[in-house]
């Protein structure tokens, strides 16, 4: 079946290449200007993803979420501006997937939604009892308190569930993959957007940082994510 994917924002430009962008892959769209017109069309007849923008007049993107996840869980993507963290970490708090800064890539964008319906298809099978497709089975990661589940896109930190984004959970496994191997900020780029975006350095600190947030929300112990000076971060497990 192919997925519709909802587009929210007042920019017509973003709208109109967005919307070609993705129909060449294949997707079908549906384009909002406003979180007003958005809301109603996203409850009554929900597509398989929506992307939001937060900055928009009227209704914006976090209130258009806050509403949406009173009678909707559909996957979202927030598309940000470069600095508005706060913002961002409100998102993600209230039920947001993912981010993306502006501006971005397509071919991001498009990895993004594609990583996360694949995500979303393998948790409802799992809800029904059936087992992962042989090309979506993904060996579980298990370092000391931690499991990561790709296939499932599911994290425990001793026993208790870490919810995070797309972005964040492939850092973390590549982190994990290789305990106690130190991974630079230029290899984690790569194994979190493996495009030829740029991506300062302080995109990976912000990302690795909220990581740990989240994982001290359930541990206030937790320090298994070491940084290196001048070198990058490393996972360690014991």
Excluded: C
């Excluded at 929900?46 to 209130?63: F, H, T």
């Amino acid at each position: 079946m192919t997925a519709t994917i909802a587009l929210v924002d007042d920019d017509r430009n973003i709208l109109t290449s967005v919307s070609i962008a993705l129909q060449a892959e294949g997707f079908v769209t549906r384009v909002y200007s406003d979180g007003e017109a958005a809301l109603k069309a996203l409850v009554d007849n929900p597509p398989e993803l929506a992307v939001l923008d937060i900055k928009m007049p009227r209704m914006d993107g976090l209130e258009l979420l806050r509403r949406l996840r009173e009678k909707s869980q559909i996957p979202v993507i927030f598309l940000t501006s470069k600095d508005d963290e706060l913002d961002e970490a409100l998102g993600l708090a209230m039920g947001a997937d993912d981010y993306i800064a502006k501006p971005f890539s397509q071919r991001l964008l498009i990895a993004r939604i594609r990583a996360i319906l694949r995500r979303t298809e393998v948790v409802a099978a799992s809800a029904q009892g059936e087992e992962p497709a042989e090309s979506e089975a993904q060996p579980v990661i298990e370092r000391g308190p931690l499991t990561m589940d790709p296939a499932r896109h599911k994290v425990t930190w001793k026993g208790d569930n870490v919810t995070l984004t797309v972005t964040e959970f492939m850092i973390l496994e590549t982190l994990a993959q290789r305990p106690g191997i130190v991974k630079t900020r230029n290899q984690l780029m790569d194994a979190a957007y493996q495009d030829d975006i740029y991506v300062d350095d302080r995109t990976i600190d912000s990302h690795i940082k909220r990581v740990r947030r989240k994982f001290r929300q359930v541990d206030p112990t937790f320090d298994a994510i070491e940084t290196l000076y001048g070198a990058g971060y490393r996972f360690s497990d014991e």
